[in-house]
């Protein structure tokens, strides 16, 4: 079976959030660290969900379970200590009163609260963001901007756990006629 998708920076299987360490610490563009921590979000996610169902294990059977410490502790096993599984037992436990949206809600933001985290310790000192308050404010900004895509996760995750997280993408129709439109227009100017 292949390594699991990680929440570890320093994991092989981490390296779609290690992306954004080397992102931040060479000062790329506010607008592509954004883009990069939104294909990690969904990418991750839709891998650790696919991972998951690989050892028997379904996003709803952990919503089943989810007022189940010992059920949650043998999927996590079963998963060989998954770090969303893992996660989720942690969100589950830390929210017993919460509804299945208000715990998804919690468990997909807490993807991002945990990476985030684990860069802010990485990329402290770099040129530029030289204290944890300055790493802090930055990581702070970019939660700001991921916001809808940690509601849009949450809000189909608790609709169909079944769903594979994507990221949205235009209307293909639309995208056909604008190229279409574009097309004519610049072949009636030559």
Known sequence: MAENESLDLDDPYGRRWGVLVRSIRKHESFDRVIGRVRKALYGGLRNALKQMEKYGITLQMLLDNRNSPQALRQFTRQTQGHDYVQLFADVAKANPQSDIPGLV????????????????????????????ADVRSYLDRIADRIAPDVDRIARNLAEDPSWKPRMPGGNRGQRAETTTEILSMSLLRN
């Open 105 to 132: 809600q919690a468990f997909v933001a807490g993807v991002w609260e945990t990476v985030e985290d684990r860069i802010a310790h990485r990329v402290v000192g770099s040129d530029g963001l030289t204290s944890f």
